[in-house]
């Protein structure tokens, strides 16, 4: 083996070796971790700490995390909790008032965000009505966990489940009639 | 000579500041309180949809009056050919008279229906086009998705009782008029109930109404073609498994399926209590 073949195969070493590292670093990510707490105040002052600090990109991980939390201890307070939260994150930047809205009722509302829109049902709705629905069930799954498991309201929670039936039916009946007139 | 007084809040220009203050106040709250009044109501059941209920109910009731004592019929015979054995002996020439006969009661079952049915098509698509209508109108053209929602849950989204929800999925298991009757009672009363039931009360006849008229229109097809094929039979003396078939469906249409119990939506359980509104609640 010549010293030009030792060159390149140090070379192939070096980068591979280059690779496995960044790779590490992306799994761990040892500069953003998630909170290890289980009390859900001091898991939001760790993740305010954190996202102060550079880790803003990683706001929807802690927004799951802390969500993980408050499921270990429901009650209906965490849905304060979590208001005071997003507006804080409002007010530090990391967030706009239309997102935190987004986070806030996807899962603490029983009016559902994939429901909305600025024209009439005829035109926007029902050319879309399969995917509308298809959001609004996904959607149903996220305030199940906020609703349910994180704030304990059941009766928030069935009225949604109520309303996803509601808007199915309606919905099915005012396509038809808008359909008709076609 | 002119006797009229200048006004008094011209005189002072403080006074005259807060009587205008206290006018534009005044005048805000008739205006609100006139807004409100006035709060638009969606309009799903015009009058001529009560009446074509009613009608409707008393078309079907009339049809079932008629079929009861003719399936009846039907079914008496159908249990004699049975109890004869009959079935595998075809050829001996009582069982092919008992044959006719219930060919003869079949034919006056389709006849019926048929003098029936047209009444019942009108009435069902008079009550579908105006519904038709309300629903394009008031919950297609005039909302958004959200206003939909909004008239779904209500004006209050944590206080709506679920007794209140008048839904009827679910409708065999129910003779066709007493469905009718349901709907016009409901339909009747809905001046006492809210928005939100009305919009899924309105969807729900609908499309019972748009099923109803496919159903109907089919049949009436099919009424026409089994008459045809009943005739001929008639001098063969044949029982058609079709035959039995279609009698099954007209009775569980008409007078339900005893084994389907109408399905109604229970109040969810958990407690009423909800205290916190976040200020980014929509």
């Not at chain 1, 965490?78 to 996807?106: H, V």
């Not at chain 2, 002996?89 to 092919?96: F, R, T």
Request: glycine residues 6%.
């Amino acid at each position: 083996m010549n010293s030009q073949d030792l060159t390149s195969t140090f070379r192939i070493f070096v980068m591979i070796a280059g690779l496995m590292t960044i790779s590490a670093c992306a799994s761990n990510e040892p500069g953003c971790p998630s909170p290890q707490t289980r009390n859900l105040d001091s898991a939001i002052s760790f993740v305010k700490t954190s996202l102060n600090s550079g880790c803003e990109a990683h706001f929807d991980r802690y927004y799951d995390d802390l969500l993980t939390i408050a499921e270990g201890d429901p009650k209906p307070e965490n849905k304060r909790i979590f208001s005071e939260f997003l507006l804080w994150s409002g007010d530090q930047g990391l967030l706009s008032t239309r997102q935190a809205q987004e986070y806030y009722n996807r899962f603490f509302n029983v009016k559902f965000m994939s429901m909305k829109g600025d024209y009439n049902n005829c035109s926007h709705t029902c050319p879309n009505k399969q995917r509308v629905l298809f959001d609004m069930e996904r959607e149903l799954s996220d305030k199940e966990r906020g609703l349910l498991r994180v704030s304990e309201d059941r009766d928030g929670y069935y009225r949604a489940d109520r309303l996803y039936q509601e808007v199915e039916l309606v919905l099915e009946a005012t396509c038809t009639a808008c359909a008709a007139s076609r | 000579m002119n006797n009229k007084r200048p006004l008094a809040i011209a005189a002072d220009p403080a006074r005259r500041q807060a009587t205008l203050g206290l006018l534009l106040a005044g005048t805000l709250l008739i205006f609100a309180q006139s807004v409100l009044a006035n709060t638009p109501t969606i309009r799903l059941f015009p009058t001529t949809v009560v009446e074509d209920l009613k009608q409707t109910g008393n078309v079907a009731r009339d049809m079932e009056t008629g079929l009861q004592e003719v399936i009846g019929r039907l079914d008496q015979q159908q249990q004699l050919y049975v109890e004869s054995k009959c079935d595998g002996a075809e050829n001996d020439a009582g069982c092919q008279r008992l044959a006719r006969q219930i060919g003869a009661t079949y034919l006056d079952m389709l006849t019926i229906m048929e003098e029936r049915l047209p009444d019942m098509e009108h009435t069902v698509n008079n009550t579908r086009i105006s519904l038709e209508r309300g629903l394009r109108n008031e919950l297609g053209k005039k909302m958004t998705p959200w206003q939909l929602q909004e008239t779904l849950i209500g004006k209050t989204a944590t206080s709506t009782p679920a007794q209140s929800s008048p839904t009827l999925r679910g409708r065999s298991g129910m003779r066709l008029s007493e469905r009718f009757r349901q709907y016009y009672q409901l339909v009747a009363t809905s001046g006492s109930q809210s928005d939100q039931s009305l919009a899924v009360l309105a969807s729900d006849i609908y499309l019972d109404m748009e099923e109803t008229s496919v159903l109907i229109e089919r049949t009436r097809q099919e009424i026409a073609r089994a008459t045809l094929m009943e005739q001929l039979n008639q001098s063969f003396g044949i029982i058609t498994p079709e035959m039995m078939e279609v009698v099954g469906g007209v009775k569980t249409i008409l007078f339900g399926d005893e084994d389907a119990r109408a399905l109604v939506a229970g109040p969810p359980p958990g407690s009423v209590e909800q205290a916190y509104r976040s200020p980014l609640e929509q």
